[in-house]
Nanobody, 124 residues
Framework: QLQLVESGGGVVRPGHSLMLSCAAS????????MHWVRQAPGKGLEWVSGINSGGDSTNAADSVKGRFSISRDNAKNTLYLQMNSLKPEDTAVYYC?????????????????WGQGTQVTVSS
């Protein structure tokens, strides 16, 4: 059974950091591009960042470029999102999602498999 389980969310002050993790199971993790997508209160889904199946190519939304870094460990079937210099506007539920292909199309949000999400709140 396919599962994506996010963890690492929490409440942090502006300027601080968090690392999110997404543990994958039930499929061959190394054959799929993976993404982070977020949803702020009252807003739609926003693609945050994606990484190809091999982990050697990444893309990020302009809103997080230079602050967030996506990575993966295919041996551990785990996806990560290192978030630095957090801002109040980064407050959202963060989801990891599995792509059906090995490469990243920036901005894509129509994924078939999603985790349950983890809440990130940035507030002073």
């Amino acid at each position: 059974q396919l599962q994506l389980v996010e963890s690492g969310g929490g409440v942090v002050r502006p300027g601080h950091s968090l690392m999110l993790s997404c543990a994958a199971s039930g499929f061959t993790f190394s054959r799929h591009a993976m993404h982070w997508v977020r949803q702020a209160p009252g807003k739609g889904l926003e693609w945050v960042s994606g990484i190809n199946s091999g982990g050697d190519s990444t893309n990020a939304a302009d809103s997080v470029k230079g602050r967030f870094s996506i990575s993966r460990d295919n041996a551990k079937n785990t996806l990560y999102l290192q978030m630095n210099s957090l801002k109040p506007e980064d407050t959202a539920v963060y989801y990891c999602a599995r792509d059906s292909v090995k490469w990243v199309v920036p901005g894509k949000t129509d994924f078939g498999k999603w985790g349950q999400g983890t809440q990130v709140t940035v507030s002073s």
